[in-house]
């Protein structure tokens, strides 16, 4: 009876250490795993951040873009009608001029 009994506590001693580490193991992933999860928050928190600046830089570049079409359409017709004089209102300007 007694080589039975000591078998079975062997066995009972096995699978109470095997739980306990399996218990240890299953806090480590716990702990492990709520790292995991603060480093995925800070990273959303961190690339939303980033997307937001770039977006703002997008919509900025873009205001750029069209201020400076504008102001290249512009000066483009200045420097036309300096160039061709003759393209100005030539009727209103000999009008202007002759009663004067």
Do not use: M
């Amino acid at each position: 009876f007694a080589f039975p009994a000591g078998r079975i506590v062997g066995l009972y001693r096995r699978l109470w250490e095997s739980c306990v580490s399996k218990h240890i193991d299953g806090q480590n992933l716990e702990q492990s795993n709520q790292i995991l999860k603060e480093a995925s928050r800070h990273l959303t928190k961190e690339r939303d951040g980033l997307q937001l600046r770039h977006d703002k830089q997008l919509s900025r570049l873009r205001f750029f873009e069209q201020a400076l079409e504008s102001s290249r359409g512009r000066l483009t017709r200045i420097l036309d009608d300096w160039d061709h004089p003759c393209r100005l209102n030539l009727p209103g300007f000999l009008d202007n001029a002759r009663e004067e």
